[in-house]
Every structure is written in structure tokens, then in C-alpha cells.
């Protein structure tokens, strides 16, 4: 392919610089691309040139992004990935995913351990805490340390549930109801029923005591 001569650079409102030849615009570039390869009018580039010069810049934008978007809360590196798709092909995202763990601010293994422990203080069962750290894209190995990282049994989330949001339920005689919605939020069938039979006891109220045919 014959060499591409760059007629005129214009720095754009974005902080970026746009790249024309004779026939128009060509593509932008950042600072540091610009200054690396020493770009400017009357530079004469081949095909392989441009197209590197290009994966550059896409790749120099796609880290900027990450880096914003870490700059704002933590990411599960499956899920910034995901992010940047949304704006770049496969290969600049996956590039620039890597250079975040390069630099030290990507660690899956903390993030699931913080968000276990967030979805845990809402309540969430494990059931639930599971399916979510697998939507992120977190690794088995590191979902099961996230899981053992957990402050709480998963019984003592139960009944601390049952008591805050379901106690003038039982009291009502609405047991049945109560043991679907529980287990609904992810809770084993086992689990809330004995959950349920540990309510009644504290509670010494025979009302609650319906017959278990679920």
C-alpha cells in the first residue's frame, strides 16, 4: 500500500489530534501516540503504520475510560471487560483490562469478598450471593473464598430476616406465605423451615405452629 501523507494536524476540543491527508479527516490520535511516534504535517505513513497507530490510540482511549470507570467504584475484571465492549473491539478491551491489573487496581478475589459481604448485610441468601458474583464474572475458586470470607451463617441472616420484615406476617397466621417468600430470596426449603420452627419456639406463640406440608 502506498504512504499516506498527513496534510495537517488540528488539536481537538477533546484534548485529542485529528489527523487529515488531502482527501479530509483521517482519524485522531492522543498526546502521547502524537508525540511518541512523532506525528505531524508532511508525515508519510505506510498501512501497517496507520492501522498501528490507530490500535494506539483506541487502546490509549479504552484505558482512559478504564480508569475512569475505576476511579468511581471497583470492578470484577469480567465485568469492566463487558464495560469497555460497549466502545471497543474485543482485543483493546481485553488489552486494557490487562494493564488495570498491571497497575494494581484490579483484584477479583477482594471484589468478591467486599460484594459478598455487601449482598450478605442485604440479606441476600447464598444461593443468591452465588448467582451474582457469577453474573460478574467471578471465578468458582474465588466465589467459594468470598463465601467463607462471610461474617455470618447464613442461619443468622435467616432469622434476623424473619424477625425485621416477617414477624407480624407469622403473627397473622401467615406462615405458608412467609416460607414461599423466603424461599424465594433463595433460601433453602430446609433452611427456612427451621428457621421458621426457631421463630415459633422464641416466640412461644402455638399460632404460629402450622402443619409443614411444603
Known amino acids: ?36 511516534y512523532n506525528i505531524g504535517a508532511g508525515s508519510l505513513l505506510s498501512g501497517p503504520q496507520l492501522e498501528m497507530l490507530l490500535q494506539q490510540s ?20 469480567q465485568e ?19 494493564q488495570m491489573h498491571n497497575l494494581q487496581l484490579l483484584d477479583d ?3 468478591a469478598e467486599q460484594r459478598a459481604q455487601y449482598l450478605q448485610r442485604q440479606k441476600k441468601s447464598r444461593r443468591q450471593i452465588v448467582y451474582s458474583l457469577r453474573q460478574l464474572g467471578i471465578q468458582p475458586q474465588l466465589i467459594d473464598q468470598a463465601l467463607a470470607s462471610l ?5 443468622e441472616v435467616l432469622d ?6 416477617y414477624a407480624s406476617r407469622l403473627a397473622a397466621g401467615k406462615t405458608q406465605q412467609v416460607a414461599a417468600a423466603l424461599m424465594r430470596r433463595g433460601f433453602s426449603g430446609a433452611k427456612v423451615r ?10 412461644q406463640n402455638e399460632g404460629l405452629q402450622e402443619a409443614w406440608d411444603w
Open 1 to 36: 500500500m502506498d504512504e499516506i501523507r498527513i496534510e495537517q494536524v488540528r488539536e481537538t476540543k477533546k484534548g485529542r489530534y485529528a489527523l487529515f491527508t488531502q482527501e479530509g479527516f483521517l482519524f485522531s490520535v492522543d498526546s502521547e501516540t502524537l508525540v511518541k
Open 58 to 77: 483506541d487502546l490509549r482511549r479504552c484505558k482512559d475510560k478504564a480508569l475512569r470507570l475505576l476511579s468511581m467504584r471497583q470492578y470484577a475484571s
Open 80 to 98: 469492566l471487560y463487558e464495560k469497555l465492549l460497549r466502545d471497543f473491539v474485543p482485543q483493546t478491551a481485553a488489552a486494557a483490562v490487562e
Open 109 to 111: 478475589a477482594a471484589f
Open 151 to 155: 461474617p455470618e451463617e447464613e442461619d
Open 160 to 165: 434476623r430476616l424473619i424477625r425485621r420484615q
Open 194 to 203: 427451621c428457621a421458621l420452627e426457631r421463630f415459633c419456639e422464641e416466640n
